[in-house]
């Protein structure tokens, strides 16, 4: 596989000239400290990503969880922000596609065998929330930026299924992915006992005083899943004890997130894993008994605090609703009990095919019940057919390719899908930039 060639050629002065003068602009308008860094550091970004469009690549991996949110506007229900990963996601793309275009590769456009699905569910995204602006139910600004998001997750797939070519790509790749998962794990610990629950770089609200904390549970949710399958299929003793040292060292920071949906979420992602993995079985197994049984005597606060933390579900308001036999009690956990209740006796009765569009249903905190108040019941079986279509490519590749790294990477993918699953239940798991990112690249 050659390497990129280096464009030293008219072409890119001319993209040069037109990127000064749109930001020469840009800050004449608008000369806000952090839009005028937001856009040295594209430029920079741009260049390089010409250079070689790996290195760009690489840089988009260390942003997804390392980005600042700027604010744009504040709208009713939903505020809306881009990050530093937006400019460089839409730059790279930029890029990628000059890059098509003078190497006369457009022919060789990978397809996917998700390609449909995500174009199935774009459009009905589309459509829909089109229908919901032309009805009253939604403000075009509002839907736009959101439904803009939507479409940036498939983008970030199609790009990187295109762009990586080879083995070195993917294990440079998996290399800065791991790095940032440990940043942010070190950011995680500083956190622990100096806020209620911990959050991700960049992730604090200054408005409520907190962070989200479900959306760095659901991260971690992906590259835990990523280490253990990469820990059954490594290739030496020394490689399994990296993995499964990393995915220890995620454990307090996980647990500190008190996300209930992402502790919920944990034990199928883990069942998942031992349930299809032909090597390491029995060890992984001990390892989770072990981890099972001493984590009470080993850790008995965090143990504690865990434990506390799952039982504020059943004690904390005066108000209460039963769910499957089990009275609920906690603000929260109401909240989302409500969301349910009104996807199915408000929203779905009210438009039961087509949904009311993006945000056509305000703030739902809850994934399901989110795609059935916008989209309906076609948006939730074209996002069921996406989802399922993944989870069986996965399966496909973990049984057919013999490569460590492909099974491993194919196991952790399968298992990482099946927690953010369940973690959607309680949270809008699949709109959320930080989980949304590294999951579809």
Request: a positive charge.
């Amino acid at each position: 596989m050659t390497e990129m060639p280096v464009y030293s050629t008219p072409l890119i002065m001319f993209f040069a000239v037109i990127l000064l003068a749109f930001l020469a602009g840009v800050i004449i308008v608008n000369i806000k400290i952090h839009f005028l860094f937001a856009l040295i550091l594209g430029l920079a970004f741009i260049f390089i990503s010409f250079l070689n469009i790996q290195y760009g690549l690489v840089t988009l991996v260390f942003s997804m969880l390392l980005s600042p949110e700027i604010p744009l506007a504040q709208l009713p229900g939903r505020s809306v922000v881009v990050r530093y990963d937006d400019f460089i996601l839409l730059a790279l793309f930029v890029v990628w596609l000059v890059h098509m275009a003078i190497r006369k590769e457009m022919a060789l456009f990978v397809r996917t065998p998700i390609n449909r699905q995500i174009f199935i569910y774009t459009l009905i995204c589309v459509l829909f929330t089109a229908r919901g602006i032309v009805l009253g139910y939604i403000k075009p600004v509002k839907s736009f930026f959101y439904l803009l998001k939507y479409i940036e997750y498939f983008i970030l797939f199609i790009m990187t299924a295109n762009i990586v070519r080879d083995t070195r790509q993917v294990k440079h790749l998996l290399i800065a992915g791991l790095i940032t998962f440990i940043i942010v794990n070190l950011y995680g610990y500083t956190l622990i006992g100096r806020v209620g629950r911990i959050y991700a770089p960049f992730d604090f609200d200054p408005v409520s005083g907190t962070g989200e904390s479900a959306s760095l549970g659901g991260y971690l949710l992906i590259v835990m899943s990523v280490l253990l399958g990469l820990f059954c299929y490594a290739p030496t003793t020394k490689y399994a004890i990296l993995f499964m040292g990393l995915f220890i060292f995620a454990l307090p920071t996980f647990a500190y997130t008190f996300s209930r949906a992402s502790f919920f979420a944990f034990i199928p992602m883990c069942l998942s894993v031992v349930l299809l993995t032909q090597k390491r079985k029995l060890l992984l197994i001990m390892i989770f008994i072990t981890g099972l049984l001493f984590s009470p005597i080993l850790f008995p606060k965090p143990t504690q605090d865990v434990l506390g933390r799952i039982q504020e579900t059943f004690a904390g308001t005066d108000e209460q609703t039963t769910v499957g036999g089990i009275r609920v009690r906690e603000a929260s956990a109401l909240a989302r009990v409500e969301s349910w209740k009104k996807a199915f006796f408000v929203w779905l009765p009210r438009e039961p095919l087509m949904g009311h569009g993006l945000t056509g249903v305000g703030l739902v905190d809850t994934m399901f019940p989110l795609i059935l108040g916008e989209t309906g019941i076609v948006g939730l079986l074209a996002f069921i057919w996406l989802m399922y279509s993944i989870g069986k490519n996965a399966i496909k590749i973990f049984n057919t390719i013999d490569d460590w790294l492909a099974k491993g990477l194919a196991l952790g993918l399968f298992s990482a899908l099946i927690a953010l699953i369940f973690q959607s239940v309680a949270v809008n798991t699949f709109i959320i930039i930080r989980i949304m990112g590294p999951f579809w690249f």
